[in-house]
Nanobody, 115 residues
Framework: QVQLVESGGGLVQPGGSLRLSCAASGIIFSGYNMDWYRQAPGKQRELVASITSGSSTYYADSVKGRFTISRANAEKTVYLQMNSLKPEDTAVYYC?????????WGQGTQVTVSS
């Protein structure tokens, strides 16, 4: 059974930082591309960052220079370091594991940026 469990969300003031984690089980983690998506109320889910099995990375323009995605294959975990957070970063953040036609989602973790 595949499980992706996100953690690390919470309430933070503008300009602050959070580090999200997504722990995977039930998959050969090193062979999967890993993504972070987010969905704000009333908006579509959007891709924030991704890291391939070979550790190439992609970032949405809105988070470039502020967010960093990384992976630890031995721990089967992907991270999203979020710095200089803005109120518009408020959303539920989801991780996704992708390999060819396969895709698995986590349950999400809430990030709220507010003073």
């Amino acid at each position: 059974q595949v499980q992706l469990v996100e953690s690390g969300g919470g309430l933070v003031q503008p300009g602050g930082s959070l580090r999200l984690s997504c722990a995977a089980s039930g998959i050969i983690f090193s062979g999967y591309n890993m993504d972070w998506y987010r969905q704000a109320p009333g908006k579509q889910r959007e891709l924030v960052a991704s890291i391939t099995s070979g550790s190439s990375t992609y970032y949405a323009d809105s988070v470039k220079g502020r967010f960093t995605i990384s992976r630890a294959n031995a721990e089967k975990t992907v991270y999203l370091q979020m710095n200089s957070l803005k109120p518009e970063d408020t959303a539920v953040y989801y991780c996704k594991a992708e390999r060819r036609q396969l895709g698995y989602w986590g349950q999400g973790t809430q990030v709220t940026v507010s003073s």
